[in-house]
């Protein structure tokens, strides 16, 4: 099915043919807990992609050696080593307010089910190259998801965008913040509208 | 520890912050498994009974494991060792508890079974036992710095609490879509879509109770 595929396309399906937020509602506690602000999400998004591409590069290398019975505590092991380096190169290297805003949801990239879901149904049968694209491929279609969902919830509820004020200082009239976007109720509220418009404009050109 | 921390505790992860609508965890089987009110409510059982047993079991584990000074190594076991211990401990129980339910309780396992394997990788689950130990907040850190007995206590309370509260986000949710099938929305946000709008509204009514604690 896949061999169909050039190698250009295995980067580029992530984009929007499989993109993991909107197409397979993969990997949404993330998605809906960073995107208070750019910052956060693009940080979110480089962990995600470093963790996705690292694991699909040393499943694909060992499938011949993973037996089948114990793959998913295998992949699990292995994500998870991935996670905990990335944890602690962020911890040493990030800012701690981005740190402090990603919180719990670094260690839980270890039960992200777009990055088992790459492992099971891509690297544990492709090849080295093909999976390490395919990796970097829903990786990035994932980073550019959540940070037009954060750029839009962050633009919205705080006025800013990647903390610099998107309204000119000299434009007459004061631009009042919706907070409610970087709450709770507005993560749901802007993915159920983001998905919405993706159905209507993007998903019937691809399929 | 008084009665009060007990409410609380249970107020806030069930109302105050929900596991679901407030701290976005559990989100794959709030938008994959409410399409039937009985199957919400299974998954929501089986979601409870395994955050009770991990937040025990992972607790303890911290406490002689990882906590720092409660062995004899000179190395942050917290940030390096926390997320395979933590992964490996929940997937390992819920593999433990199907074999249980498969041999001495076929009734419940039938009933459960096919969502017990799809627990390992809720996040919810994994959640709970990083905000029981290594980030938790305030109220249980509080509890936690006064035992060890206590902290335990404290941790299979959260646990049951917070499964409470998962169950409760279900079935609301689980409502709401059999309601939906009849209803008349717009083709491109049938399905997922309108699912998130609603659990938008839900979290905006949750978001009421902020004041209460």
């Not at chain 2, 105050?16 to 009985?38: D, H, Q």
């Not at chain 2, 099938?181 to 049938?190: I, L, T």
């Amino acid at each position: 099915m896949a061999d169909e595929y050039s190698l250009r396309k295995e980067i580029t399906k992530g984009f929007i043919q499989q993109n993991a937020v909107f197409v397979l509602a993969l990997g949404l506690c993330p998605t809906l807990a960073v995107t208070t602000g750019l910052k956060n999400a693009v940080a979110m998004g480089i962990a995600v992609i470093a963790v996705m591409v690292c694991s699909n590069f040393i499943i694909s290398l060992f499938r011949r050696f993973i037996p089948e019975q114990v793959r998913i505590p295998c992949f699990i092991v292995i994500i998870a080593s991935f996670v905990t380096m990335v944890d602690i190169l962020f911890k040493a290297y990030l800012p701690p307010e981005i740190n402090a805003a990603l919180g719990i949801f670094i260690p839980l990239i270890v039960v992200n089910c777009a990055i088992l879901n790459r492992a099971e149904a891509f690297a544990y049968n492709k090849t080295l190259g093909r999976s390490v694209l395919d990796g970097l491929g829903i990786g990035l279609g994932f980073t550019i998801s959540i940070s037009l969902l954060a750029a839009i919830r962050e633009a919205l509820g705080s006025g800013t965008l990647w903390d610099y004020p998107w309204v000119p200082s000299s434009f007459p009239l004061e631009y009042v913040s919706a907070s409610v976007m970087i709450q709770a109720p507005g993560a749901f509220l802007a993915l159920g509208l983001l998905m919405g418009l993706f159905n209507r404009f993007l998903k019937n050109e691809s399929s | 520890m008084t009665l009060t921390t007990v409410l609380t505790i249970s107020f806030s992860a069930v109302f105050v912050s929900n596991f679901v609508l407030a701290r976005f965890l559990g989100l794959c089987p709030f938008i994959g498994v409410t399409k039937k009110m009985e199957n919400a409510l299974g998954m929501g059982a089986a979601v409870t009974f395994v955050m009770f047993l991990a937040s025990f079991v992972t607790y303890l584990l911290y406490g002689l494991i990882l906590k720092e000074g409660a062995l004899w190594i000179d190395a942050d076991l917290e940030l390096v060792l926390r997320t395979p211990m933590y992964i490996l401990v929940i997937a390992t129980l819920v593999q433990l508890v199907e074999m249980f339910l498969r041999a001495r309780v076929p009734a419940l396992y039938d009933a459960l079974g096919i969502y017990l394997p799809l627990i390992t990788t809720n996040c919810a689950i994994m959640g709970v036992a990083l905000l029981n130990t290594t980030d938790a907040p305030v109220e249980i850190r509080s509890v936690a710095e006064t035992g060890f007995g206590q902290g335990l206590i404290v941790a299979s309370w959260h646990g049951i609490s917070a499964g409470i509260g998962f169950t409760l986000a279900m079935i609301l949710m689980s409502g709401i879509r059999e309601r939906l099938d009849a209803a008349d929305v717009p083709a491109p946000f049938k399905g997922m879509p309108i699912a998130f709008i609603c659990a938008g509204l839900m979290s905006l009514a949750f978001f009421g109770f902020t004041g209460m604690l």
